[in-house]
């Protein structure tokens, strides 16, 4: 249980950073910004080998990235907005702009996108796609399947036989490996009743325990 609340309260800290850190990327600068690296390793994948990635580095477009098993990473990506990429987690950046494509291999991503007029973004995993212009949204990947929370704004979710869903604030999509086909969709506050002893970055926006639902104090 004590890991558990650790973890929750390290990713609670990784979004209060996100949120409070000002910006040091000049505009016109494709790359992005470590802003934050919390307990333990980001890496990046060059070269035939993952190499460790300084707080304040360079994160370019199409970087393979993932973080150790307690660490959680905060990237800023200029016109495009930040991400929080959770403990255990690998991921593929998208590799432009206007378009940015990321693939989550495993462990789970939080973006806040906040995307110019005509640019879109997206979250993919093997079970399906979360795709989005503007909002802040989470997408997680594991042993049971694809979740997906919306924050604020809503996300759709596309399967790979083309059936699509619109997941908005405060609701939750589940995708399970054992029906890949099959979306479920709840409230994202019955969600984590169910599932309350797990810690997920959905914590983070809804709170089991007085019913509230979407927490605004904490992703304002």
Same mark, same amino acid.
């Given at each position: 249980?004590n890991?558990?609340?650790?973890s929750?309260? !390290?990713?609670?800290f990784? #979004? ?19 802003l934050v #690296?919390?307990?333990g ?20 477009l199409?970087?393979?990235l ?10 800023q990506?200029?016109?495009?907005g930040? #991400?929080?990429?959770g ?6 950046l ?7 494509d990321?693939? !989550?291999?495993r ?18 995993t093997? !079970? ?21 929370c919306?924050?604020?704004?809503e ?12 997941v908005?604030?405060g609701d ?16 994202g ?8 002893s797990?810690?997920t970055?959905?914590y ?9 639902g ?7």
């Amino acid at each position: 249980m004590n890991s558990q609340i650790n973890s929750i309260l !390290l990713q609670a800290f990784a #979004i209060a950073s996100l949120l409070i850190l000002p910006s040091s990327i000049s505009a016109g600068n494709a790359d992005g910004i470590v802003l934050v #690296i919390r307990d333990g390793v980001l890496e990046r994948f060059e070269k035939n080998a993952w190499k460790p990635v300084a707080p304040k580095s360079s994160v370019r477009l199409g970087d393979h990235l993932r973080t150790g098993a307690r660490s959680v990473a905060v990237i800023q990506m200029p016109d495009l907005g930040k #991400i929080v990429i959770g403990s255990s987690s690998e991921v593929v950046l998208g590799q432009h702009q206007r378009v940015f494509d990321s693939q !989550l291999k495993r462990g789970a991503i939080w973006m806040h996108a906040t995307l110019p007029s005509g640019a879109r973004a997206s979250v993919s995993t093997d !079970l399906a796609t979360a795709g989005v212009r503007s909002t802040r949204f989470a997408v997680m990947s594991d042993a049971k399947g694809f979740d997906v929370c919306t924050c604020e704004g809503e996300v759709e979710v596309s399967t790979k036989d083309g059936s699509k869903e619109m997941v908005r604030r405060g609701d939750q999509v589940v995708i399970g490996n054992s029906d890949p086909l099959h979306i479920h969709k709840k409230s994202g506050k019955q969600y984590m009743v169910d599932r309350k002893s797990e810690p997920t970055f959905c914590y983070l926006c809804h709170d089991p325990d007085t019913g509230k639902g979407l927490q605004d104090s904490i992703i304002k």
